[in-house]
């Protein structure tokens, strides 16, 4: 399937602070309005639909985001201060280091309680 392409559709509780969240993270705005946001990083996208109802600690949201060393991005998400400590959100993860089949990769946990999966890329075949 040439040119095809697919995308998390994640929830916010407010675009405002999701969009600010996500631009501290180095995400650009493509799309916004009242329904419908969609972020950039590099070639990749993630689309946002409200959900003001959501409760944070509730939500079993999740995305993947895979690059190619997640070394650099750790490092200067690291820098941005965000909570350690569960169940705070957001909150950065510590680097769970490689286990048998299982790549390098860190959790990340958005504001409105969405698990991102950042999976490092070297080494997988």
Same mark, same amino acid.
């Given at each position: 399937?040439?040119?095809?392409?697919?995308?998390?559709?994640?929830? /916010?509780?407010? !675009?405002?602070?999701?969009e600010a969240f996500y631009h501290r993270l180095g995400f650009a705005t493509?799309?916004?309005?009242?329904?419908?946001?969609?972020?950039?990083?590099? +070639?990749?996208?993630?689309? !946002?639909?409200?959900?003001?109802? &959501?409760?944070?600690? +509730? /939500?079993?949201?999740?995305?993947?985001?895979?690059?190619?060393?997640?070394?650099?991005?750790?490092?200067?998400?690291?820098? &941005?201060?965000?909570?350690?400590?569960?169940?705070?959100?957001?909150?950065?993860?510590?680097?769970?280091?490689?286990?048998?089949?299982?790549?390098?990769?860190?959790?990340?946990? +958005?504001? +409105?309680?969405?698990?991102?999966?950042?999976?490092?890329?070297?080494g997988l075949g």
């Amino acid at each position: 399937m040439t040119g095809a392409q697919i995308t998390a559709n994640l929830p /916010s509780r407010d !675009f405002d602070r999701t969009e600010a969240f996500y631009h501290r993270l180095g995400f650009a705005t493509a799309y916004r309005d009242g329904n419908w946001m969609i972020l950039t990083y590099g +070639d990749t996208q993630v689309e !946002f639909f409200p959900h003001p109802d &959501l409760a944070p600690a +509730d /939500s079993w949201f999740s995305a993947c985001l895979r690059v190619a060393d997640i070394t650099p991005l750790y490092a200067r998400w690291s820098k &941005l201060g965000l909570a350690t400590d569960a169940p705070a959100a957001p909150r950065l993860g510590d680097v769970i280091p490689v286990r048998g089949t299982v790549p390098r990769m860190f959790p990340l946990i +958005d504001p +409105d309680g969405t698990l991102w999966r950042v999976i490092d890329l070297k080494g997988l075949g």
